[in-house]
Antibody
């Protein structure tokens, strides 16, 4: 079974750093791009960026470029989303998703990030 | 960049047909895909390409496109179809970006 399993919920203070993860299983991890999608409380889905796990090539939405970093470690089939300095406005649910020929057919369960002083 | 515009809310009587629309320049060049999201759950792909359903998606869901508008139609809406629906497509400017519509909350009466 194709699965993406994300790391657990996080509570952080403004200015702190954070890295959340997304582990793929049941398929060849390097064969499919992984995207990250943000959903702020009560709001819609926002595409943040994607990574090709085979060579770690990335694309970012202009809205997120420079604010987050997407990376991957293909040796452990895991993609990451990280912040160097969190803001309260980063409070959201974050999903990873695998894109295949049909679309984003596999999603992680989501990681809730709460940033509060 | 590109924007996709959806009506914020739509309602349908149980068993009736409802169409959810998505407008944007990128839809003249790329097909939309549609995602259903129920409260507290991750999105689920329901329609992709010209009019394709992933395995397990009921055939009451269908998609279509004309000009700059993509549509998701639910024929014979069921109570379990009550959810938020998001369209998604490539950016129309040739950039390797993806864009979601703002979402439509479907209420089944």
């Amino acid at each position: 079974e194709v699965q993406l399993v994300q790391s657990g919920a996080e509570v952080k203070k403004p200015g702190e750093s954070l890295r959340i993860s997304c582990k793929g299983s049941g398929y060849s991890f390097t064969s499919y791009w992984i995207s990250w999608v943000r959903q702020m409380p009560g709001k819609g889905l926002e595409w943040m960026g994607r990574i090709d796990p085979s060579d770690s090539y990335t694309n970012y939405s202009p809205s997120f470029q420079g604010h987050v970093t997407i990376s991957a470690d293909k040796s452990i089939s895991t993609a990451y989303l990280q912040w160097s300095s969190l803001k309260a406005s980063d409070t959201a649910m974050y999903y990873c998703a695998r894109r295949d020929s049909s679309g984003w057919s596999t999603w992680g369960q989501g990681t809730l990030v709460t940033v509060s002083s | 960049s590109s924007e996709l515009t959806q009506d914020p809310a739509v309602s349908v009587a149980l068993g009736q047909t409802v169409r959810i629309t998505c407008q944007g320049d990128s839809l003249r060049s790329y097909y939309a895909s549609w995602y259903q999201q129920k409260p507290g759950q991750a999105p689920v792909l329901v329609i992709y390409g010209k009019n394709n359903r992933p395995s397990g998606i009921p055939d009451r869901f269908s998609g279509s496109s004309s000009g700059n508008t993509a549509s998701l139609t639910i024929t014979g809406a069921q109570a379990e179809d009550e959810a938020d629906y998001y369209c998604n497509s490539r950016d129309s400017s040739g950039n390797p970006y993806w864009v979601f519509g703002g979402g439509t909350k479907l209420t089944v009466l």
